[in-house]
């Protein structure tokens, strides 16, 4: 039986190791930089960076969600699905679409207008339960991301 429950900072710890259970799914273990500690401050301290939803099967931890409020210049109001994860031997059971309709619940609830997220262009799997979601995708957009010697570089350009 399946049960989604809201994360709790109790759940600092097993975030974090599904957070690497990602990473290693999508071959970049080492890149997890962040610790128990960074999830319980900035997920369940004084302002919270991120939502996050936990998918239990029968009592086990099987998956989560984390998310976060998002506003597009264009559209509006948004939720980002960060990471959307389901351990590999409760894959098949409809887990991961049940997180994900959760997370839209929220979004309803809220009145935000979408939900965005990325996919690997490798993750077949994925790319397929969200195509037959109806998910629209943006392949004419690339992801950017700026960090380590790059950001501190034109981050000391500021004036």
């Not at 999830?39 to 004084?46: K, P, S, T, V, Y």
């Not at 809220?110 to 790319?127: C, D, Y």
Request: charged content about 25%.
């Amino acid at each position: 039986m399946l049960t989604i429950r809201a994360a709790t900072i109790a759940d600092a710890a097993l975030l974090r190791r599904m957070i690497w259970e990602l990473a290693d799914f999508e071959k970049e273990p080492d890149e997890v930089l962040t610790t128990e500690a960074d999830i319980a401050r900035d997920g369940f301290g004084e302002a919270p960076q991120f939502r996050a939803l936990i998918a239990e099967w029968q009592g086990q931890p099987a998956g989560y969600a984390l998310y976060f409020g998002y506003y597009s210049t264009w559209r509006g109001a948004g939720l980002y699905l960060e990471d959307l994860f389901v351990r590999p031997d409760f894959r098949g059971r409809g887990i991961g679409g049940a997180l994900l309709a959760r997370v839209a619940r929220t979004a309803e609830q809220e009145n935000r207008l979408f939900i965005k997220w990325e996919v690997l262009n490798w993750n077949q799997p994925a790319i397929d339960m969200y195509k037959a979601l109806g998910a629209d995708f943006m392949d004419e957009w690339r992801s950017v991301f700026l960090t380590g010697d790059g950001l501190r570089r034109l981050a000391e350009k500021a004036s």
